[in-house]
């Protein structure tokens, strides 16, 4: 296909579809997000039903559950709904190939060619732009004709199907592990189709496993009141995460991210701090919910967050940080690069290939890319670092104490949040800025703000609300991080449980700002 | 577990927790949170049961402050009046924003004496003329009877086509406003039907004004559903003035374009319309019925605002209001152009406070002094 031609294939009509039964399913779930009315109404149903529905009739009910993410899914757009639903098909077959052929290079072939269509499909929609547009540039500055108009970078990205980076990556490891056989394919299609489609990790995961998943889907589900307890626990949470806190940060953090040069020096200080604590409870918040929903259904996904911020280095943060794309990322990219094997230079190297796609997976913008890049220096210096202090027993005793691990907290939590600042898509056009702004030059503009003295305008909105909300989530983490919560919840009457989660879940409504945002994940 | 187990044991929770000695730990794991579950259930549901009920009966200000903290204090005033002053009648001002900052109560200086009327702001900003029925209709409800009212016309919104679903948002009205309101509007489920699913989720819908009774007000910015600067800093007669240190011409340019954008294009195709005609006969007829005098006044307009209207569009409105007068026997005080200073104004509709102050003097010198006086001759 010429560049023309991919360049003018952007669909030129909206996400929804032109089937009755489609339109009215978008009005009953206009946004798939896990905390509204409409998601919680339509979830209702399908719990009702799936639990009504005998336990030995276990495929009944993996059917239904196929069937309300599929539906989920459709909601949003039909197109790209069937489309998610044939390359899982695709891959299922490929997965059966696999699984059928003795012959180890016809296996690879067809793992190569489902890494390939997955991979393609997910650069077609999301990257498509990106790519296009730095080549436009590029030939322009080259002199060239590139032939085609930039393209539309708002408008294609209505046709991201959503999810996209986190089923792709699903795929690629079921496809990955039953070539090196570590699981066998599955056989059973509605099975396969759920793994991939399950409604609470369509979204924004977390990225589960195959071996993890379809070892559960073959197991019958009984209905078991502490798992309900647990996904309500976990939902509430979740729910407070992203209505009470990160929601609340948002009114701090986005009109200075979207317009840092407008703003004094201590209001982007405080934004960037609203903002790390808004993404940490947005994408955590809606982990729990995901979590929480699947133990409604009798599923358990992986833990996606560990309390990232109470983390001593940067390597520790990516054990706590997005866990399941961390040691994805790990399995999948960083070990068969050679890992840690070999000299210091090529681990370096390893390091920073792993990161900066890493960075790259989260959106098609240089700031991303360049969030990773600073991650992948940050691991290096950090392993630097480490080698240095061990050399030095005296400096690595005193940086083991509580004083110094305090310090390494800071140091660390300090270093995450420049980080923060890069990590922001580009902006579309606005009368101020008619061409749009990339994340790359707001995070530039950001850093000028934040070391060098300016005035501007203050926060958006009394800093009380953010000093408290920042105060609640440290006291969290000490609470958790030191067990004491764990401990008292095990002495916690039921009743008394129970009417915390009300108040947890009444809190998280009335502190919900007066506008609520999208999920941060949601997009990538 | 099937659903008729499910059921059994939730009507039967003891039948579930008979097990032998050795499985008891893990019994009691599920007894707590099936008891966990089912709490927090029910808590949801008791406690939005018990918001919707405290909105409509003790709390209604945790709703609508903006009107019911006005009407709480107007109660309090009334049942002073009550027993300490009970031959001073009471003149309830019913009206929008324009009011609410441009018309003082004790600025009408209608005096003190044993005979002499209380006055009180009962006003709530955009709440004209549909939302001036509702309010004058939960005032009267209320058990206050003011033995004068006031209702304020605001000329451009005569014209307002509506529809009036949309001018009061649902989460604001109690059960007993879907009633009032429902003649007024086109739609006659649509209001009920957003009211239930706002009472269903009312810890959400009614964050805003609910943190705001709390002291919490700062913890939302400033916007279109703040409404705690309107209410929290009133005088004791309901009067909610603005004294900005400074007001400078640019931001009264400001003002003054919202304004021309709010209200323009009502006037140029003027022509009163029978929603907003059916509430100023229905708030006249119900004072006539109750025995209250009543009487229509208009705001001051900045000489910018007055010439947004064309010549024959003020004919219109003066002999609207002129059949009105006529049918319901009730006065018309117009201080539209009383005051020509533009700098008087925030935006060439609503005084800042010392045009206020002073416009107040004047309007109770002149129109509400001599009308109370001329009602207590005729009787």
Known sequence: MSLTLLANSAADKGPASEFLYFRWLHDLLPEPFFHTQAFLLFFLGVFVLYWSIPRKWQMTRIWVLVAASFNFYAAWSAELAFLVTTTTLADYLFGRLMDASRRQGLRKTVMIVSITMNLGILCYFKYRGFFLNELHDALVRLGRDPEYAKLDLKALALFVPFGISFYTFEAISYAVDVYRRKIRAETSLPRFLLFILFLPHLVSGPIVRAGDFLTQTRRPKRWNWVRMQVGVQLFLMGVFKKMAIADRMAVFSDPIFQNPQDYNTGAVWMAVLAYAIRIYCDFSGYSDMAIGLAHLLGYKLTNNFNMPYISANVSEFWRRWHISLSTWLRDYLF??????????????????????????????????????????????????????????????????????????????????????????????????????????????????RMFSLHLGLALPLHNRSLWYTAGFVLICHLVVSRGLWQRAYARIPGPVLGFGYAVCLCAAMVLAPDSGSSFIYFTF | MTAAALVRSVVHPWSAGRTSARRAPAATGRRRARAAVLTAVVAVGIAHVWLAVVVETSRPEWRDPEYFHRQKRLTAVARWRDMN????????????????????????????????PFPFDCVQSGAIPVGERLNLARLLASGVAPEYVLIEVLPPVLADPGPMEYRIPAPRLGYADLARLRPYHSDPGKIPREWARARVKSWYTLRVPLLANWGCADLFPPGPNRSDALWADMRLFGWSPFYPADWPAARRAVALDVARKTYSWLLADFRVTPVNDRAYRDMLGECRARGARAALFLMPESPTFRGWYPPAVRGQITAYLAGLSREFGVPVFDASGWVDDEAAFMDGHHLLGPGAEAFSKRFGRECVGPWVKSVKNEK
Not at chain 1, 359 to 373: D, E, I, K, Q
Not at chain 1, 396 to 411: E, H, P, Y
Not at chain 2, 85 to 105: K, V, Y
Request: charged share 15%.
């Open chain 2, 85 to 116: 002053a009970p031959t001073r009648p009471l003149i309830a001002i019913i009206g929008g924003s324009r009011p609410q900052m441009g018309l003082s109560p004790e600025g009408l200086e209608l005096g003190t004496g044993p005979t002499d």
């Open chain 1, 335 to 448: 070990i068969p690069l050679g890992g840690s094997r070999g000299s210091r230079w090529l681990n370096y190297r390893n390091l920073m290939i792993t990161m900066t796609l890493g960075g790259l997976w989260h959106g098609a913008a240089w700031s991303y890319v360049l969030w990773g890049v600073a991650h992948g220096l940050l691991l290096i210096l950090h392993r630097q670092f480490k080698d240095f202090a061990q050399a030095r027993p005296r400096l690595d005793a005193a940086l083991q104490t509580t004083l110094g691990t305090g310090f390494r907290v800071l140091l660390t939590f300090f270093c995450v949040c420049l980080c923060w600042v890069l990590f922001q898509p580009n902006s579309p056009p606005t009368e101020k800025f008619p061409l749009g702004r990339s994340g790359l030059e707001k995070a530039l503009t950001m850093y000028e």
